[in-house]
């Protein structure tokens, strides 16, 4: 029997890796809408049309918070592989987990919609979440190790992240699964503190840089 052969690199061009994690993320974003669903009434101005449309705010919240947070991952994804032009297994591997866990926010969103009030359908969204943030911080960590794969053509400025801007993700991923003991809708609306406190900082430093 013929033996098979498999060459092993150290480094790998990252456009592949790319386009697969692009996919995922268009068809993320795409299928968090469809638990929206257009209520089953007689007419427009049938009274059950409020109604419905009432019962379905768990799944507007859920669709919101969800949405908003995977659009932020895609463009801290975007910004950290726009300067980057190759990577490793190790990065690969890491950069598919990321994608486990936003491949599965559409399923824990619809748990809070569908199951409005339950604790434990609030509290796994909250740790899917915390796993992504997680896994998105391990990815600037695997490209922080290896500086010789950054571009030698870069437009913008470098700035410092603190622990507290940096690990902001995973730690509101512990502390919203406790929030959700107290309040499901308070724990959601801890997430924004997620892209706003981000977005706050990067324009901070921005401003500091250019002044």
Not at 17 to 34: F, H, N, Q
Not at 37 to 43: D, L, M, Q, W
Not at 155 to 172: C, D, K, Q, R
């Amino acid at each position: 029997m013929t033996s098979l052969r498999l060459f092993l690199r150290s480094s790998y061009p990252i456009e592949r890796m790319l386009a697969l994690t692009d996919g995922v993320y268009a068809i993320v974003l795409t299928l968090l809408v469809l638990d929206l669903k257009v209520p089953e009434v007689s007419g427009p101005t049938n009274t059950d049309l409020r109604t419905d449309l009432i019962a379905q705010i768990p799944n507007f919240i859920a669709y919101l918070v969800s949405f908003v947070l995977v659009a932020f991952f895609w463009m801290n994804h975007e910004r950290l592989f726009a300067v980057t032009k190759r990577c490793d297994e190790r990065m690969m591997v890491v950069n598919a987990v990321h994608l486990l866990m936003v491949s599965l926010v559409p399923y824990t969103a619809s748990l809070i919609g569908h199951y409005e009030g339950d604790r434990i359908a609030a509290m796994m969204f909250c740790a899917n979440m915390g796993l992504a943030s997680l896994t998105m911080v391990l990815l600037h960590r695997a490209l922080y190790a290896h500086p010789e794969w950054l571009s030698d053509q870069l437009e913008g400025n470098w700035i410092t992240m603190p622990w507290s801007v940096a690990y902001l993700g995973p730690i509101l991923g512990v502390m919203t699964m406790l929030v959700v003991l107290v309040s499901i809708e308070g724990a959601l609306a801890l997430w924004f503190l997620l892209p706003l406190r981000n977005t706050w900082y990067r324009r901070s430093a921005q401003n500091r840089a250019t002044t």
